[in-house]
């Protein structure tokens, strides 16, 4: 039985040599690439050793096929030497030993050699293809996941920050890093981590000029999963689940956005709203932001509607960071420049500021609407921490995890923080007529219970 794991993810390292695939060259697949790993964490480089087809087979949960393919490799490039173990009774086992220059190859293959090196109880678990699922009836729920879903789901483990963020790898990366799997089959491994509840969620990556120019995705783990043993680990989650369409939560800011230039421009990119800008019926999570700024010289820069997750994630980001950074000054106005410039450091790429910040550029009043829809967002997760969490609260780091896709209803909220506290999750259930909360930690006492009106007026605020 699997009890609490501590996640102890590394944090994310420079691609660099990770992706040159030194010692494989791109010519190993997922499963060899998961044996080999498997057989450095039991035996090393330096020592040899003898095992059998049927032993691997077993106890690292590969095939016979696998197998033949990965020390025929081994042995073609030079990496391992076969000497044959004589008995009484004739020929046995063969003895194997990696060669210098497969060790000096592992030294500039990343990957491997973390995955080969890593301490993480995490990993130890999928190495031992022991992952729990789901817990019922006191007894354990167990999967038994193929090599390559073990690989795509180490890939995740070894690149996650502490709140199970993978972001320093594009789609390409994890690819090659599986062996160059094709794009059908990434989805279809992705889906096998949402299946089993592994995977929080994704925001794939663009290349849209038009804001923040090619930037990555980035993926989310489910750090309540059995497998990350959230209760010790110094992350704590505070979740909502909505089974009442509230406005707060019927869309988001980027959709917003988008809807109001459909409204106001044609197909052509033309302006066509003849009435007085000021009386036009703004959506609520967005009017106070856009009457400050002339929205119509920018409005254009959201016309695709593609770019509305990353849209919303550089919102989020930018919330997270001023939650993290400044949350004693975020009622405070006249504190507000001071409290945004080093999220939009972090949010926006350098080759791209100067574009945002100078006063001849389109971009221009796009920084004071990030900007202020940022604080709004951060001022009204602030509250409702506050009022699940209690008033005195504040944690040391805070992560608001990105939700809903375009022109779809929400049903949950996250925020993921750091404080004192070790792994308490808090789980805020919101139907139409009362709010149930429920906490793993017994000891926790919730300062106010709001009520269903007054977590709308929070969300629209």
Known sequence: MLKHVTVLLIHPVLIGKLGVFVVCNGKLGAECKMLLISILRRFGVVNSFSIDISTIVKEHFSTRNTIVELFKFLKESGYVLTEAEFSLRGKGKNIYSFTQSFIDALEDDLFIHN????????????????????????????VLLRSSNRLFLLIFILHADEFGVISNLSTTDISK?????????????????????????????VTGKELFGKVKGKFFLDLTHPLFGLKKHKVSLLKFNFNIIFDGIASTEATALHLLYKALFNLKGDYIYLGPLERFNYSLLIADNVKRIEIIK????????????QLQLHLLESASEMLSSNWSNLEEDENTNTITDSAWQKIVPPTKREYFENTHSVFYELKPLITSLSIRIARRYKSLMQSFLGADFKPSKVLIV??????????????????????QVTNVLVDGKSVKIDTNDKTSEVAKILTVKEIDKILLS
């Open 115 to 142: 995955a080969w090196k890593s301490d993480n109880p995490v990993v130890n678990v999928l190495m031992t293809n022991e992952l729990t699922v789901s817990q019922q009836c006191d007894k354990d729920n167990k």
């Open 177 to 205: 890093l599986m062996g160059r799997i094709s794009r059908d089959r990434f989805k279809s491994q992705l889906k096998t981590l949402y299946d089993i509840g592994v995977m929080n969620c994704h925001v794939p990556g």
């Open 298 to 309: 920018i409005l254009p820069l959201f016309k695709s509607k593609a770019l509305h997750d």
């Open 402 to 423: 990105p939700h809903g896709k375009y022109g779809l209803f929400n049903q949950r909220l996250e925020i993921a923080y750091s404080n004192s506290k070790e792994g």
